[in-house]
């Protein structure tokens, strides 16, 4: 059963605007860690930002927050004052904890325009 | 900060032969490491989990004799694509569990890109 559900294949913004990346997922377990990655075209995959499940505080990172809204299982990705080198494909991810496991969201194209 | 270094990133080979790709973590101590398969414009497919010292866990599907995978030391995991045939081509991307805050973070490796004529 596919846990982590990423609903836009493609997004456009525009430079120095915000975007909101969408992620929701599916556990039945109390204790997971929400993950977001960023994959160039260069195929890295790079870490950006981490959100506990017993977390009260969204995370943030930089330009990077993570709107963490557990009652409806959705962890989106906001992304501050776009920049060019943002365009990417960018992955949610899940751990379970009982689980030696990650699960990966389809991906979200992000193009920035200038 | 924590770094995993892959190596190939490029590989060409004929169709047969075998392919070994090579996952190291540099300054980190990496007793579990990750090999992922990733098909243009898809996500990533976990293929098997390499632990360090003990055979390889894989997924459903992931052949494990055609995906050779050893741990032998706790820096070092390798994958190794056996007799490989064109459908194997693929991006194959390694990656290794790090502390972050308290929680455990995957770091990737940059990736082995496998073509197979």
């Known amino acids: 059963a596919q846990k982590i559900t990423q609903t836009q294949p493609g997004m456009f913004v525009q430079e120095k605007e915000a975007v909101t990346l969408d992620c929701t997922y599916d556990t039945s377990d109390q204790s997971y860690g929400l993950f977001w990655y960023k994959q160039p075209s260069s195929g890295e995959m790079i870490f950006l930002i981490y959100q506990g499940s017993y977390d009260e505080q969204n995370a943030t990172e930089g330009r990077y927050s993570l709107n963490f809204q557990k009652a409806r299982k959705s962890a989106n990705l906001v992304i501050s004052a776009s920049q060019l080198g943002d365009s990417a494909m960018y992955f949610c991810a899940m751990r379970l904890y009982n689980f030696n496991k990650f699960y990966f969201g389809s991906g979200t194209k992000l193009n920035v325009k200038p | 900060g924590a770094v995993v270094s892959q190596h190939p990133s490029w590989v060409i080979c004929k169709s047969g032969t075998s392919v070994k790709i090579e996952c190291r973590s540099l300054?980190?101590?990496?007793?579990?490491m990750f090999w992922y398969r990733q098909f243009p414009k898809q996500s990533l497919m976990l293929m098997a989990t390499?632990?360090?010292?003990?055979?390889?866990?894989?997924e459903q599907g992931v052949e494990k004799d055609k995906f050779l995978i050893n741990h032998a030391s706790l820096t070092l995991s390798t994958l190794t694509v056996t007799s490989a045939h064109p459908e194997d081509s693929s991006f194959y991307i390694c990656s290794a569990r790090r502390l972050y805050s308290g929680a455990n973070v995957l770091t990737f490796g940059a990736g082995s890109r496998l073509t197979v004529l």
């Open positions: 300054d980190f101590q990496a007793t579990t």
């Open positions: 390499s632990n360090e010292g003990s055979k390889a866990t894989y």
